[in-house]
């Protein structure tokens, strides 16, 4: 038995050395092949990557790889700043990246292999199907709120480039749920959780985690309570939600550690909380990734 396993531990070892021969195989035939851009970090499912570009170098997503709402294929140019420096979001569950890298005048399109983590799932079994999902005017309700943050999602600012993140919440008690975990509801899988959640007492203050402009403000959100979302700049926004005060207005831009708003358990909230998203555009990531 000692043996197998040994030889089983090899065999993972040898395994883990070909994938990594794989990768690096794949990086090097990419730059012979003509393309410079390179990656800052290892591509991780529901993860914020930041990139380069070379110069002359050009890069696209499909629209309906955004998730706000424009569901064709034309080609979607991300912005890079004038160092050629990119943003760029990979949704939960997604095993491969499909970019289109223009050099030339020449579109080419380019797939990279992600690693794919391992969140959180809670098995609930036996549920009335009704309970699982809310009624007609209430859904309706959620709708069409959550279709007024995926417009204001749509234009994204270009002037300042997103480097340093800070946690909204410097003070919280604990994690009470984290991005990406999601419960398994009657054997079908929700979504997985679109942010993180951070536990503290109601008027907790809730501050800005990098520069930006306030593009989205409502006081009474069906599940969210009171809402207030920035734009980061290169399609980075950060959302908060079940919010007791809101200090600050649409278009106002803010700074690293500028007051927000506090905590409170408005909308849909079990208890005093912050839900805090970080989208790209409309592709939701792990916002812990970033501190
Ligand atoms: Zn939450």
């Excluded at 391992?118 to 309970?131: A, H, I, N, Q």
């Excluded at 009470?176 to 503290?200: E, M």
Aim: aromatic content about 12%.
């Amino acid at each position: 038995m000692i043996c197998n396993y040994k030889v089983y531990t090899s065999f993972k070892y040898t395994y883990k050395v070909i994938t990594k021969l794989l990768l690096y195989y794949i990086v090097i035939t990419f730059s012979v092949s003509g393309y410079a851009l390179t990656f800052d970090s290892e591509l991780i499912d529901g993860k914020l990557v930041y990139g380069q570009l070379a110069d002359g170098e050009k890069l696209f997503v499909q629209n309906n790889y955004l998730n706000i709402g424009k569901n064709d294929k034309n080609l979607f140019e991300i912005h890079p700043d004038k160092q050629g420096r990119f943003i760029l979001g990979i949704p939960q569950d997604k095993s491969e990246l499909s970019v289109v890298i223009q050099k030339d005048n020449v579109k080419k399109e380019v797939s990279f292999p992600v690693s794919l983590r391992t969140w959180d799932e809670e098995f609930v079994t036996g549920l009335p199907p009704k309970k699982v999902s809310p009624n007609q005017q209430d859904n309706e309700r959620i709708v069409s709120e959550s279709l007024a943050m995926r417009q204001a999602r749509q234009v994204s600012d270009f002037n300042n480039f997103p480097n340093a993140w800070q946690r909204p919440v410097l003070e919280f008690k604990r994690i009470s749920s984290q991005f990406g975990s999601r419960r398994i509801l009657n054997n079908v899988k929700k979504q997985g959780h679109s942010g993180t959640d951070y536990a503290a007492p109601i008027g907790t203050a809730i501050t800005a985690p990098a520069p930006g402009k306030v593009v989205y403000i409502h006081p009474d959100m069906f599940l969210t309570g009171q809402t207030v979302m920035i734009d980061h700049g290169f399609g980075v926004f950060s959302s908060y939600s079940h919010m007791s005060s809101i200090n600050v207005e649409l278009n106002q831009n803010v700074n690293t550690g500028d007051l927000i708003g506090s905590i409170g358990q408005t909308g849909r909230a079990t208890g005093p909380h912050l839900h805090f998203t970080i989208t790209w555009y409309g592709v939701r990531v792990n916002p812990e990734d970033l501190f």
